[in-house]
Nanobody
């Protein structure tokens, strides 16, 4: 089995910062890309940022310059540092890992349960 567990969400004032963490554990052969998505009420889930195992990053345009994704391959953990938060950043943030489980030959998407980020004064 594979577990994807996020942490670090919460309530923050506009202009503030939060750091999300996501750790993947279990029977894993390899992890390819990891990333963060978010879903606001009434909206579709959207990409926030992603990072390959080699460290190449990709950001949604609205997050560039404010959010930073990083990764610790030894810990199977991905981070999202969010600065200059805006009210419109309020959403449930989901961690995604594209990985190959041990004893399997294909790569599949695994998701965390989500962590709520609320930006409000």
């Amino acid at each position: 089995q594979v577990q994807v567990v996020e942490s670090g969400g919460g309530l923050v004032q506009p202009g503030g910062s939060l750091r999300l963490s996501c750790t993947v554990s279990g029977s894993i052969f390899s992890i390819n890309a990891m990333g963060w998505y978010r879903q606001a009420p009434g909206k579709q889930r959207e990409l926030v940022a992603a990072i390959t195992s080699g460290g190449t990053t990709n950001y949604a345009d609205s997050m560039k310059g404010r959010f930073t994704i990083s990764r610790d391959n030894a810990k199977n953990t991905v981070y999202l540092q969010m600065n200059s938060l805006k009210r419109e950043d309020t959403a449930v943030y989901y961690c995604n890992a594209q990985l190959r489980p041990r004893y399997y030959t294909w790569v599949d998407d695994y998701w965390g349960q989500g962590t709520q980020v609320t930006v409000s004064s």
